[in-house]
């Protein structure tokens, strides 16, 4: 039986089409994957479902009706509920609140609260309705999501990138929910980059490639590799690294505390670990761990005790961020847009900015601009980036470019240490094995890399060392061969292994 | 010194007033997550377009119904420049201030020196005539008292209605907001509407029963007191009255001591209530996780809806 059919649906933004003829349809009972790199147009596609874009042509059926929602509240009306890539919540509001917020015709608050309850209770996902979405760890919040559909009682739950942010315990948590939702009847249309939990949940996929339709497939008959190159349309190469020998400690880090600026962020707690020439240390954990004041404590931009932190041996623990670029530590944080880029400036202008005094693109407080625009060039040229030209700004570049460009910046300056934070989030199959690969032959190269990462599978390819940040705590570092995903799971929901 | 406690509490009552009713509209405002700060011209128009309708119609009702509305005209102005056209809310906001002042006096033109109809005190049946409280509670304009109901009525509205529960959400995350479904710009605009008709309110407040009189000015930085006076109960209700009150006691205090001639220069004096305010919004601020916890997070950013 089927449930929702689409016919055809075509979207078109100024310069792009983002969805371009799309037809597929989901049965009753279904969980649907929906596959594409980014860009492909799976986020265009499933808002038109949700009623917060219309189509320009095409058209769907529900249940055998014609079905075209003209906001979310007609959507959700029909059946169809929807948890966000990014969270539709609000940090300052509690849970019950949060969730009133997403339903039609919220029964009274107490009512509210012991149906939360009630669901919680029932798919296994402990909920407390009157604590602060602010203080509640990502996991929770997607809890927070799922339980604000599971009250409406839909007849197709969309999920946009739900286990981007969990740990593998918290996935399985998440699975099981879900099958028994299937189960139950409910359709459920599934995007996720990851290939393998795909394999492991889905029935069907529908596969986008630039806003068509380009195969459909039964995951449990492919690879995760055929189903990627399926995505990107060509062979994928897998990053190799060289050497695992290990210098003289680089970066020393010793009992480093720091509270945290943010009132919903985490405090971080007596970190302490050594990081070796030709080593790449991974540091996984759930997103709120304490990763972005990690990234914040060793870039400079807090400081810290003096002697915290030690760069081949001179202490910097009260340096700032130019003093440890100069002295060869360089970062690249995980927001790209607006801490590592500057959106309105171009790239030339943000190359100025990470690079001015080590590249030397100034003199007696002139900039100069034509060695800037050759650098910006040359990490265009090295590191794929693809733009029109320097001179178009950040912001215009697509996430996986620019992140391309943050990378390339950082790598191209020669550091004696680099620091990056989720280098290949929201980045696509072959932009990510290409960053992968740089951040390998920097460490062939001589330098210390440390690489904070969620994605698991990414840190267990690139990683000599392995950490996990878990409440502002740092495990002690290990060699990451022989470590287990399941072992790392434990470790990420704080306990010791 | 002859300064009667109780005089001086009743009167501090009526100074507060304006203040009060304009902070009340702009928290609502700043609560849907709208930076207005044209609270100062919105003020001087409520109080030059109330006074003219109070002095025509003889009705000083009239002239509050005027003043609301002339409020609301201003800020419907302010309403499309950054709803619809999406231009900065600061930059907006200092310009409908000076706008606002600008076209106060224009319109006031031919009004300074003529007295308003006045505005009679409430009649609670003799209760007037209890000592000390009489005076404090039962002594006042209506308008005293609905500034304290309509307080209340935004307490009741923001914590226990479920249009109060969209309005914070809609201050908190207009992303999110945006995504489930609700009308971000409508919901702003409405606050936005609100706050200009309470601003005018506060002013005509001032022209028809404080001063009253209609001089050039006359809001004197009333309106930028409002807006401190927000951060200052950190978007709480209840903390409005506290601060509003807490500001017209200092104003009150120092123009008696002045009256009784104290050996303090009359600048010092003046300035005292504007000390005071930084004063306090320094010692609020202190705390930048507090400060930050109560905040609308989305307090003066700029919605585009990109879908």
Redesign the interface.
Known sequence: MTLITLNGLTKAYPGVIANDDVSFDIDKGEVHALLGENGAGKSTLVKMIYGLVKPDSGQMTFNGEIFAPAEPRAARIAGVAMVFQHFSLFEALNVAENIALGMENPPKPNVLSEQIRNVSTKYGLTLDPDRLVGDLSVGERQRVEIIRCLLQDPKLLIMDEPTSVLTPQEVDVLFTTLRRLRDEGTSILYISHKLEEIKALCERATILRHGKVVGTCVPKDETAKSMAEMMVGAKLKTPKKSATKFGAPLLVVENMSQKSIDPFGTSLKNITFNLRAGEVMGVAGVAGNGQDELMLALSGETLTDAESVKLEGAFMGQSGPVERRLRGLLTAPEERLGHAAAPDMSLTENTLLSGFQRQKLGRRGFVNKAGAAAFAQKIIEEFDVRTPSVRNTAKSLSGGNLQKFVVGREVLQNPTVFIVNQPTWGVDAAAAASIRQALLELASGGAGVLVISQDLDELMEISDTFAVLSEGNMSTPRPAKGVTVEEIGLMMGGTKV | MDISIVSLVATLIVAATPILLAATGELIVEKSGVLNLGVEGMMIIGAISGFIAAVNTGSPLMGFIAAAAAGAVLALLFAILTQVLLANQVASGLALTLFGLGLAALLGHSYAGIKPPSTPKMEWMGLADIPVVGPILFNHDLMVYFSILLVTLVWVFLKFT?GG??L??VG??H???H????KVVRIRTLAILFGGACAGLGGAYLSLIRVPQWTEGMTAGAGWIALAIVVFASWKPWRLILGAYLFGGVTILQLNLQANGVDIPVSYLSMAPYLVTILVLVIMSAD???A??NA??SLGKIFHAS?
């Not at chain 2, 995504?179 to 609700?182: K, N, P, Q, R, T």
């Open positions: 479920r529960l969209i914070r959400a908190e995350n992303d999110a907001a995504a489930l479904g609700y930048r996780t507090r930050s916890l609308p997070a879908s």
